[in-house]
């Protein structure tokens, strides 16, 4: 499942770098608050933001490729001479952290513990494997090339074959970095008279997420565990948990909420996308308590209609599939809980 979705990742981000975004410019939030919101469809997929503090710029999250990277770094010295101190990843997804290396050498790299983990340990590994494997279709295509007499089939042949060694002569480009500095629940970056909190508020979309809060500028760069007017990536989430990290990111006191996905929202946004959540909840969990197979709950709830204008909407049944999963290992943990009771009860 895991080389599936790399393949597929990888896949996507080599039709994205070839559409390369034109969005180099960085909107200003308030002073040296930055972000630059992106296309999925571009070479950047997701959003970053930009700090520029007394003593140096800080980036959260370096967008989907290395090329994509280095137009954000550009963007930065397009509004502030200072150097980059600090790079923070919001969460190991490759379209936060692959446009790493644009940044390398940077000072402060920071991210949570399980983030870190998540790099070097899945990221990494299925990204070498989706590489050997696309090394390995390259030779069994070249042999199929020559033993091939049919003229269409050869052309056939001979564009696959180029497909996999473009995808391969921009992944050698790529050098994937983990964040060195790393911290559960709270860290703070002192520079000069301002303190910029980072916190990891509970799991949801990851169980690595971490969120920046400016409380001064009442703004929070939330990264993936808000998706604002789309549909959620719930391949690595904890739909459950998100619901309450989310309830909790609510109680931060801003009114301006940085997606990782989607435009700059308001806290109206993050309850929309919260709503979203419970309903799929409310949606998946009779099916469950029923018995319902997977199968005919995938073919029975449907997306409400009010969610029709929201991007990704390919994502749905995963999120139907993810749901289902949790409430159905929820019901079973909340029954083998009540027996010890019930045992003790029938004793002596
Ligand atoms: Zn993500």
């Not at 500028?217 to 990264?223: E, L, N, P, R, S």
């Not at 990536?233 to 996905?261: C, M, Y």
């Not at 993050?270 to 029923?290: I, N």
Request: glycine share 8%.
């Amino acid at each position: 499942m895991r080389f599936v979705l790399s393949v597929f990742v990888l896949a996507s981000w080599l039709a994205s770098a070839a559409a390369a975004g034109a969005e180099d410019d960085l909107t200003k939030l308030a002073d040296g608050v930055y972000v630059r919101i992106v296309e999925p469809d571009s070479n950047a997929v997701g959003n970053s933001g930009v700090l520029v503090l007394e003593h140096g710029v800080l980036v959260f999250d370096t967008h989907f490729t290395p090329e994509a990277g280095q137009q954000l770094r550009k963007a930065i010295e397009s509004v502030t001479m200072k150097p980059v101190l600090y790079l923070v990843n919001s969460h190991f997804h490759p379209d936060h952290t692959h446009g790493n290396q644009a940044f390398q050498g940077v000072p402060y790299s920071i991210c949570s513990y399980n983030t870190r983990r998540d790099i070097l340990q899945r990221d990494l590994p299925a990204f070498n494997r989706t590489v050997a494997v696309a090394g390995a279709q390259v030779e069994k295509l070249q042999k199929e090339l020559l033993r091939e007499k049919d003229a269409g089939r050869k052309e056939s042949i001979r564009t696959q074959i180029a497909a996999r060694q473009q995808l391969l002569a921009r992944a050698t480009r790529l050098k994937i970095f983990a964040p060195y500095i790393t911290f559960d629940e709270t860290m703070s970056i002192m520079d000069g008279g301002r303190e910029v909190p980072l916190r990891w508020i509970g799991s949801g979309h990851t169980d690595g997420d971490i969120v920046l809060l400016l409380p001064g500028d009442k703004i929070v760069f939330a990264g993936d565990l808000f998706f604002n007017r789309a549909l959620p990536n719930s391949q690595d989430a904890s739909l459950l948990e998100w619901i309450k990290t989310l309830e909790h990111l609510l109680k931060v006191d801003a009114d301006r909420f940085v997606p990782g996905h989607g435009p700059v929202g308001t806290r109206r946004d993050v309850e929309d996308f919260l709503g979203y959540l419970r309903e799929l909840r409310g949606m998946v969990e009779p099916a469950v308590t029923r018995g319902d197979a997977l199968e005919q709950v995938l073919a029975e709830v449907t997306l409400p209609g009010r969610y029709s204008g929201y991007r990704f909407q390919e994502f749905f049944p995963a999120n139907v599939q993810r749901m289902y999963a949790e409430l159905k290992s929820l019901k079973l943990a909340e029954a083998a809980a009540e027996k010890p009771a019930d045992q003790k009860k029938a004793k002596p």
